[in-house]
């Protein structure tokens, strides 16, 4: 595999969390990008790591084999086989690792072992035209980073949250207001139609970089159990605590990027992972950027919650790198 190449074949899985996930990318081009999503977990209120791992093993060959076809390619013409090796579920991550990892085998192909979180930043070389260096904030269900990108592999962690990830933030508080999960998206819808000055819940003043949600979410828990009859007054303000919540969550997230951004004089700024589906912060990120003349990148929805695009995208740079991962390289379900 070291002779130069014309054309790079690379069928990419993710199977982190509750999405089971097949693309396949030609020369940086995505020509399939399919994502089936467990819906078992709803009924539980949050992903049953046991269940998501058996949901994999269901999908995934129909998964593969859809995208194959949508891609007009069959497993002979593929160059190399990616997968997410973590962070994520670690029963989840083993369906799609091992998968891989037989395909390779069976194809005599390397394997390429991807970083979930460096995948979701990814997804901004998809559809845009990438600029560097610039500073991307990852929301995900899991995770609340800055990065400062430097180049399409030179990642470089700022900061985290010291609890909760925002979307963690969102789901719980959904819980706490009796919707299903995940919460993040129906919390948005509800927050449209909502007064965000109705309640003022506590932003969390930390250190630069820094994010924690843990008090906010004890701050909602304990003014529901004020109210006379939590359960009607829900109810009857569902709309203007959901908006007063989102904005709670989506204020530090903005103060912090604009903060990373003058700081390394960065021009150029990034939102990526499933909270950047998030109506308030897709317009605050926006009107940051018009305030400072900053470029934005805000992703597509399809590219924003876990796919498998994203994926392909890493391997992509990866494989131009002949940046291979060996067959015994295991998953890892943590970062640190
Ligand atoms: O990146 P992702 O698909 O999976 C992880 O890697 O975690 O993110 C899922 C998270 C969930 O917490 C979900 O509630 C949240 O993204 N989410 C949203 C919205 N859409 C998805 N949160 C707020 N507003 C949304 N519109
Ligand atoms: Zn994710």
Same mark, same amino acid.
Request: net charge negative; with cysteine.
């Given at each position: 595999?070291t002779?130069?190449?014309?054309?790079?074949?690379?069928?990419?899985?993710?199977?982190?969390?509750?999405?089971?996930?097949?693309?396949v990318?030609?020369?940086?081009?995505?020509?399939?990008?399919i994502?089936?999503?467990?819906?078992?977990?709803?009924?539980?209120?949050?992903?049953?790591?046991?269940?998501?791992?058996?949901?994999?093993?269901?999908?995934?060959?129909?998964?593969?084999?859809?995208?194959l076809?949508?891609?007009?390619?069959?497993?002979?013409?593929?160059?190399?086989?990616?997968?997410?090796?973590?962070?994520?579920?670690?029963?989840s991550?083993?369906?799609?690792?091992?998968?891989?990892?037989?395909l390779?085998?069976?194809?005599?192909r390397?394997?390429?072992?991807?970083?979930?979180?460096e995948?979701?930043?990814?997804a901004?070389?998809?559809?845009?035209?990438?600029?560097?260096?610039?500073?991307?904030l990852?929301?995900?269900?899991g995770?609340?980073?800055?990065?400062?990108?430097?180049?399409?592999?030179?990642?470089?962690?700022?900061?985290?949250?010291? #609890?909760? !990830? @925002?979307?963690? =933030?969102?789901?719980?508080t959904? +819980?706490? &207001? *009796?919707?299903?999960?995940?919460?993040?998206?129906?919390?948005?819808?509800?927050?449209?139609?909502g007064?965000?000055?109705a309640?003022?819940?506590?932003?969390?003043?930390?250190?630069?970089?820094?994010?924690?949600?843990?008090?906010?979410?004890?701050?909602?828990?304990?003014?529901?159990?004020?109210?006379t009859?939590?359960s009607?007054?829900?109810?009857?303000?569902?709309?203007?605590?959901?908006?007063?919540?989102?904005?709670?969550?989506?204020?530090p997230?903005?103060?912090?990027?604009?903060?990373?951004?003058?700081?390394?004089?960065?021009?150029?700024?990034?939102?990526?992972?499933?909270?950047?589906a998030?109506?308030?912060?897709?317009?605050?990120?926006?009107?940051l950027?018009?305030?400072?003349?900053?470029?934005?990148?805000?992703?597509?929805?399809?590219?924003?919650? #876990?796919? !498998? @695009?994203?994926? =392909?995208?890493?391997?992509?740079? +990866?494989? &131009? *790198?002949?940046?291979?991962?060996?067959?015994n390289?295991?998953?890892?379900?943590?970062?640190?």
């Amino acid at each position: 595999m070291t002779e130069k190449q014309d054309t790079i074949n690379i069928l990419a899985i993710e199977s982190s969390c509750d999405d089971t996930a097949a693309a396949v990318i030609q020369n940086g081009k995505i020509l399939a990008n399919i994502v089936s999503s467990q819906l078992i977990h709803q009924q539980y209120g949050g992903v049953i790591p046991e269940l998501a791992g058996r949901a994999h093993q269901q999908n995934i060959v129909k998964v593969v084999a859809k995208a194959l076809e949508k891609a007009e390619m069959s497993t002979d013409q593929l160059h190399a086989v990616a997968y997410t090796q973590g962070p994520g579920l670690m029963g989840s991550l083993l369906v799609g690792s091992q998968f891989a990892k037989g395909l390779c085998l069976a194809l005599n192909r390397p394997s390429i072992g991807v970083n979930h979180l460096e995948a979701h930043v990814a997804a901004h070389y998809i559809e845009q035209q990438q600029r560097f260096p610039m500073i991307c904030l990852l929301v995900s269900g899991g995770h609340t980073q800055l990065i400062l990108v430097k180049s399409e592999l030179d990642m470089t962690v700022l900061g985290s949250t010291l #609890d909760d !990830a @925002a979307g963690e =933030a969102f789901d719980k508080t959904a +819980k706490l &207001l *009796n919707l299903p999960y995940p919460g993040g998206p129906l919390i948005d819808q509800y927050a449209e139609l909502g007064n965000d000055k109705a309640f003022e819940f506590p932003v969390a003043k930390l250190e630069d970089y820094q994010f924690s949600y843990s008090g906010l979410k004890t701050a909602l828990l304990y003014f529901l159990q004020k109210q006379t009859d939590p359960s009607a007054f829900i109810e009857n303000h569902l709309n203007d605590i959901c908006a007063s919540m989102r904005k709670a969550i989506v204020k530090p997230l903005i103060q912090q990027l604009e903060k990373a951004a003058l700081a390394h004089n960065v021009q150029t700024i990034a939102i990526a992972g499933g909270v950047s589906a998030n109506a308030l912060l897709r317009r605050s990120v926006k009107a940051l950027g018009e305030k400072h003349q900053w470029r934005t990148l805000i992703p597509a929805f399809e590219y924003c919650t #876990d796919n !498998a @695009a994203m994926i =392909a995208m890493v391997a992509h740079y +990866k494989f &131009l *790198n002949q940046d291979f991962t060996p067959l015994n390289a295991l998953p890892f379900s943590r970062m640190d």
